[in-house]
């Protein structure tokens, strides 16, 4: 049972009673803050399916949830405007549209490659990366991933394959299309393990009896807002908007109704 199901209902009551005593977070916007925020007119939040700081779906109810998805709620109620979801397959899709400018902002792993092409505000969240195998896998801690005949999975485009397939000595990167197709192959002996954070990792286990996300991790994600570049105008109530999030209960009720895990404590 993932730990979406066994919280749905305290990250909801978490969730209303943030959002209820949170007025306007930053201030009233500027109509040129708006403007620049929102061009298009409703802010366009970027998310892809699977991941709990992105857009997760309850097993029974398919209610959403995803830190990205209610940051992105809570961010359009703050600037007033409507909000418009895009969704996506995979993290490396919404990156793209966002550095076109197909969407507003997103919420991922803010790195050094990232920042060349899209402007984040300071980090709000640090989650582990580590490694899921499948049920009956003789591994058993992160140490011993990198071995001669252990093919693993990463998804396509992300920073988890450009970290992995450099540090690699033995074992094989393989890009995934999406999650979905990690969970098949990792189903059907495919993969001997998959690598991502520890968020979407837990959840993926939920679906695969006997799985097992090993101890010990690989590195950390720093996650935080992120839009296109040349709003310049909108990244000082984007930051304040982002530091008052951790204070107010936002991004804790964001936290608590996705379910996530893997949020690093050093």
Not at 44 to 69: D, F, I, K, M, N
Not at 223 to 245: C, H, N, T, V, Y
Request: with cysteine.
């Amino acid at each position: 049972m993932s730990l979406l199901r066994r919280h749905a209902l305290l990250g909801l009551l978490v969730a209303t009673l943030a959002w209820a005593g949170c007025a306007s977070v930053p201030g009233a916007p500027d109509p040129q803050v708006r403007q620049t925020l929102a061009p298009t007119g409703p802010l366009r939040v970027g998310v892809y399916a699977g991941s709990p700081t992105s857009l997760v779906r309850h097993p029974e109810t398919q209610v959403r949830a995803g830190v990205a998805l209610d940051l992105g709620q809570a961010m359009g109620r703050e600037l007033q405007v409507p909000v418009r979801v895009v969704e996506f397959s995979r993290v490396a899709q919404v990156l793209q549209a966002l550095k076109a400018g197909e969407i507003d902002v997103t919420f991922t792993n803010a790195t050094e490659a990232r920042a060349r092409d899209v402007d984040f505000t300071p980090p709000l969240l640090r989650l582990e990366l580590g490694y899921l195998v499948p049920a009956g896998s003789a591994l058993q801690t992160a140490d011993e991933i990198d071995m001669p005949k252990v093919r693993v999975g990463v998804s396509q485009g992300s920073s988890s394959q450009g970290v992995l397939s450099q540090r690699f000595k033995q074992a094989a990167v393989v890009p995934v299309p999406d999650l979905k197709a990690a969970q098949q192959r990792l189903a059907n002996g495919e993969l001997q393990a998959f690598a991502t954070n520890k968020g979407i990792l837990f959840e993926l286990s939920a679906a695969l009896p006997g799985a097992r996300v090993l101890p010990g991790r690989w590195g950390l994600e720093q996650l935080a807002l992120a839009i296109p570049k040349g709003r310049d105008e909108g990244m000082p109530w984007l930051r304040e908007f982002a530091q008052a999030s951790q204070h107010n209960g936002v991004l804790a009720a964001a936290v608590a109704r996705s379910g996530l895990r893997g949020m690093a404590t050093d």
